[in-house]
């Protein structure tokens, strides 16, 4: 934990503290919050040992906003102190800062695009590994488009994440692992009607440091990736529809000491269709399947698709909903491995004042395992409270 930061936060929630509520600074506005959090959770680590506890969070934040017509921004800086009441061993006093924006389309007037920086140092439950981790992780990443005539535009982007784990409560090994990715293609807007579509190249390098249960990831995938954007079902019907579809063929290239049973072209899809159904009720349905590297150093084939509803009666109360399917396949590893997973969550909140909001949330976790270690139910009740300043 850096503690230079956390005084630093400190003296910031103070100095706020004794401002009127969103502070202006510069174009935005800036935010001190409080939250304290109890969970009641069956599985304090997510396995089939797991046991029931109850954790008490409180997370000090501040959070900055900024939305123009040419610029939209926000980023927070909190740091989440946890207690078990069981599992002490659990204990952890993280830190968390984000930063992302966007440049709308149009407001280049040529360029458009968007950004994103994530940090993260604490202890966080892992579903892979079955078990809570000590990680740091840092990720960032940037896209732009650039208008080259009245419909058809360049699309490019890069990304890098850097997570390194070690385990905790009995767990020993130590990981870090890096993911770089970069793509460029073709992005042609409103090709037939509201419907655009677009296509690109893509390259993602994978490399580990080799731990202690290293099985040999370190490769590259690279592929074509093709997509439709817009309203891409009828406006009668859905009016304001916000889709994003799209597919790829990935070819994967690993080191050869790996078992190739999990075979190296695949298909690769990503997906968002948002949809207001009124003024009071918005769907969003999100799904994905690619590959993606675990905190053990094993290659996983991921699958999921997510469906949430989100309803505001009064301008007080908001009710949200999701429920989501994925299924987990650990390919070139010797120990096949297979995770089907149902999720559901619902949960209410309630802004008690302008500055003051209640929350309640249950979840429920269904993991089907060929591993008796992974093959278990979870279920949590959070309540929490939040005063701004």
Known sequence: MNSRLLSLLASLLCLTSFAQAGARFGKGEINAQATFDITFTDRAVPSALGTSDTIYTFTPALTFTQETSKLNASAHLSAPISRYEDND???SDSLSFGLSGDIPYGAGPKWSGSWNVSYFDGIRANYFTNSNLNMETLSASISSNYQIG??????SGVSYSDRSSNGIAGSSF???????AVYAGVHARELLGRIGAYVDYRIQDRKTDRGLI??????????????ITGQILPERLFPKLEADLSFGYTSTQTSESVNRD?????LTLNGSLRYPANQKTNVALLFSRGLDVTDDDRTVESSQATLSVDYTPRQRLAFVSSLGLSSNDFVYSENARNDDVLTFQVGARYSIRPNWTASAFYNLRESDSNVAISDYSSS???LSTTLSY
């Open 89 to 91: 061993q659990l204990d």
């Open 150 to 155: 009245r419909k058809l535009g360049l699309r």
């Open 174 to 180: 130590l990981n870090d692992n890096e993911t770089t």
């Open 214 to 227: 290293n099985q040999g990831v370190d490769d590259r995938d690279d592929g074509i990736n093709f997509g």
């Open 262 to 266: 999990g075979g190296s072209d695949r």
């Open 380 to 382: 949590q009740l959070s």
